[in-house]
């Protein structure tokens, strides 16, 4: 990294450690302080609101000492991201170990410019929101492979696409089944005004497109021109102007690869296909809409996503080893299926550590409770226009440090925000549009977000330096892109409401 005083930095752990002790004490304090809020939530059968009181839950207890002892083990045995990234880094450690990443991603960039690359990478992390969260465990490990066999720092590629990702988060033009819970939730807060108001998954197609183009470009340049110059970005000179010719065995085990890939995709590809005979086994056909079959909770394609990418990493690693003679026997195979599990020991007890603390920050409720505070600002504001699209966007880039997960954070603000944007004469779509570019803004600055975990870890372990990389540096390392993030986004929403522009098919920003 670059020069900075000789001082010691404050390991992860440590940091989640004492963030996971703030919150107890913090939980004890509003407490006593009796800092409750109350959530509105409407009955889909009646559309009528029935309310609920949220106190803060006080850890600093005896129940809540119960709490972490007999739930620690647990939370970090079922931490969303800690069987996920094991399983992808499996089939990740084979493509890396059998020469197939260094062969084919020199092969795909030494004769691209810089910038190319790293605007490819960070439009894929953009709209890799289609996959959900998965995509974190996926892209990240990705895109420092990039950089580095692409001669350049692999932190750098990490950071970006972390940025892409989170910045990204609530950007999509295609409709994710995130979407469409989130439209669900907003068309049954509309129905309390208007019974017969319908939302098309298409509604805001036209302003998300833009958006996407518009924060590609931006964190690139960022990227370039800013992060880059505080880390050392070149790996290796000396290497970087090498133009290596494949060998015959690299570009035989490059075919066996691309062959052995494609078919694995057919078949997976026939198999999340409806309509088509012996097709659509991966679906869950009790569903209506065809991203919710893909992507739901029982869908066996969602709950195997994970495995099937696993395995596909795997396949392209395999083939390529046996078409390039990297992989001769099972042990070779073996060796590979681990390679990227070495040394994975100092990532796991950073992984305990942040399951500790953000287990414990939602058992005490403080974030809900703040989300809850935040929304009943809108009941008590005689805001139009203008100053009430702004007051969401804010409200929600502040909620997300408390609450990253969309569904869980536009359950408690959608019953209040939505009709009051209605009477105000703007659009629930609008509205939903408004609350994903402004959570989008701080979900790669908060800590209580599960995979942030993963891109410090994955920062971590690609530090050149032997001083570890701090919680408060992978956060600062996101601020820019969080800046401008929050600039461009909100000059788009001002501009496309002053000017009346369609969000959408059949998506409009006034009534």
């Known amino acids: 990294m670059n020069k900075e005083k000789t001082k010691m930095t404050l390991h992860p752990v440590m940091s989640f450690l004492i963030l996971s002790g703030i919150t107890i004490l913090l939980s004890g304090l509003l407490y006593l302080l009796e800092f409750q809020q109350t ?35 647990s939370n970090f045995v079922n931490f969303a991201p800690l069987s996920s990234l094991i399983i992808i880094l499996i089939g990740f450690g084979v493509m890396e170990k059998s020469g197939f990443l260094k062969t084919a991603i020199t092969f795909l960039t030494k004769k691209m410019k810089k910038n190319t690359v790293t605007f490819i990478l960070v439009f894929m992390s953009v709209i890799a929101s ?42 999509s033009f295609i409709f994710t089944s995130i979407d469409s819970s989130l439209l669900s939730q907003s068309l049954l807060a509309a129905r309390v005004l208007d019974i017969n108001y319908r939302m098309a998954s298409i509604s805001a197609i036209f302003i ?25 970005n070149v790996v290796n000179e000396d290497e970087e102007n090498e133009d290596k010719l494949l060998t015959r065995r690299e570009l035989r085990g490059l075919l066996f690869a691309l062959f052995a890939a494609s078919l694995y995709v057919i078949i997976i590809l026939y198999n999340i296909i409806p309509g088509l005979p012996f097709s659509g086994n991966l679906l869950d056909n009790t569903q209506i809409l065809y991203i919710d079959k893909l992507f739901s909770y029982n869908s066996f394609f969602s709950n195997g996503f994970v495995f099937v990418v696993s395995m596909f990493f795997l396949s ?9 003679r990297t992989i001769k026997n099972n042990k070779d195979f073996v060796d590979a299926l681990g390679h990227s599990l070495d040394g994975i020991g100092k990532t796991l007890v950073i992984i305990l550590a942040a399951s500790l603390f953000i287990s414990i920050f939602k058992y005490s409720n403080i974030g809900t409770v703040i989300v809850a505070y935040l929304t009943s600002l809108f009941r008590n504001i005689s805001f139009q226009g203008l100053p009430l699209v702004i007051l969401l966007f804010v409200v929600s880039a502040i909620a997300t440090i408390f609450i990253p997960t969309s569904i869980t954070k536009w359950s408690i603000i959608a019953p209040t925000v939505v009709p009051v944007f209605m009477n105000a004469g703007i659009t629930p779509e609008f509205a939903q549009v408004i609350f994903r570019f402004g959570e989008g803004i701080t979900m790669g600055l908060t800590p209580i977000m599960a995979y942030f975990v993963i891109y410090l870890a994955i920062l971590d372990k690609n530090n050149p330096e032997e001083k570890p990389i ?42």
Not at 211 to 217: E, K, M, P, Q, Y
Not at 316 to 324: H, P
Not at 474 to 500: D, E, H, N, R, S
């Open 39 to 73: 959530v509105y939530t409407i009955n889909a059968t009646t559309l009528e609101y029935s309310t609920e009181l949220v106190e803060i839950t006080n850890v600093f207890s005896l129940e809540g000492l119960k709490y972490i002892f007999s739930s620690t083990v």
């Open 130 to 171: 289609v996959m959900g969260e998965i995509s974190y465990i996926i892209i990240l490990p990705l895109s420092a492979a990039i950089f580095k066999y692409g001669k350049r720092n692999p932190a750098l590629g990490l950071i970006a696409a972390f940025a892409g990702l989170t910045c990204g988060s609530g950007i």
């Open 208 to 232: 998300m497109a833009v958006a996407v183009i518009l924060l590609s470009f931006i964190i690139t340049w960022i990227t370039e021109n800013v992060i880059a110059k505080r880390l050392n």
């Open 316 to 324: 392209l690693g395999l083939f390529y080893g046996l078409g390039a």
């Open 470 to 511: 701090s919680l408060w540096q992978g956060i600062k390392f996101q601020v820019p892109y969080a800046v401008a993030t929050a600039i461009v986004l909100l000059v788009l929403i001002v501009l496309w409401y002053i000017i009346g522009l369609p969000l959408g098919i059949n998506g409009s920003t006034v009534l």
